[in-house]
T-cell receptor, first 113, second 119 residues
Framework: DQQVKQNSPSLSVQEGRISILNCDYTNSMFDYFLWYKKYPAEGPTFLISISSIKDKNEDGRFTVFLNKSAKHLSLHIVPSQPGDSAVYFCAASDGSNTGKLIFGQGTTLQVKP | NAGVMQNPRHLVRRRGQEARLRCSPMKGHSHVYWYRQLPEEGLKFMVYLQKENIIDESGMPKERFSAEFPKEGPSILRIQQVVRGDSAAYFC?????????????????FGAGTRLSVL
């Protein structure tokens, strides 16, 4: 049962353009969402997060949008840079006292110079 | 460097041997999580520990796998009698105590992982 889904395994964009990565979830109890970025042979690095009581959070070139009614969130990167090329994971927390994260399968972003 | 430290980075074991993976959390962090990533998949939660306590082990296989986080020293993920299906990347993450003001809620900071290969 995949509670967090990233349906696009890969995405390719031109440098300077916008990258949009999508994530869907099924569990309405999720109350916090995070995006992590991962380079090969490294661990995931926290990028940006959003609480379920908000619909948008922005940090520099990165913006996360949350649509609770659609159980959908997206990460926008603008402008995209070649150094953004990595695997991006969407993760959700169910608000339980464990704090465990449920991850999507990841989307590989390639930004072409 | 006060990041999450995992060792070894790579571990090769033959079927039937034991694997021990170590994780030292970030300074000031008392919560440790272990995740497993199989090829072409996302990370899957295994276990959540605080010092000397297992809080949630709902993601741990029922047999051969165990974890501990002693009062002193790193957290250990132990896999007994390894099989080929155990080959994966194992990631440890840590977070500060709840309400510590150490950052946004539920942010976990990950180590570089241990890549286990079972021959």
């Amino acid at each position: 049962d995949q509670q967090v889904k990233q349906n696009s395994p890969s995405l390719s964009v031109q440098e300077g353009r916008i990258s949009i990565l999508n994530c869907d979830y099924t569990n309405s109890m999720f109350d916090y969402f995070l995006w992590y970025k991962k380079y090969p042979a490294e661990g995931p690095t926290f990028l940006i997060s959003i609480s379920s009581i908000k619909d948008k959070n922005e940090d520099g070139r990165f913006t996360v949008f949350l649509n609770k009614s659609a159980k959908h969130l997206s990460l926008h990167i603008v402008p995209s840079q070649p150094g953004d090329s990595a695997v991006y994971f969407c993760a959700a927390s169910d608000g339980s006292n464990t704090g465990k994260l449920i991850f999507g399968q990841g989307t590989t972003l390639q930004v072409k110079p | 460097n006060a990041g999450v430290m995992q060792n070894p980075r790579h571990l090769v074991r033959r079927r039937g041997q034991e694997a021990r993976l170590r994780c030292s959390p970030m300074k000031g962090h008392s919560h440790v999580y272990w995740y497993r990533q199989l090829p072409e998949e996302g990370l899957k939660f295994m276990v959540y520990l605080q010092k000397e306590n297992i809080i949630d082990e709902s993601g741990m296989p029922k047999e051969r796998f165990s974890a501990e986080f002693p009062k002193e020293g790193p957290s250990i993920l132990r896999i007994q009698q390894v099989v080929r299906g155990d080959s994966a990347a194992y990631f440890c993450a840590s977070s500060p105590p709840r309400g510590s003001g150490g950052g946004a809620k539920n942010i976990q900071y990950f180590g570089a992982g241990t890549r286990l290969s079972v021959l």
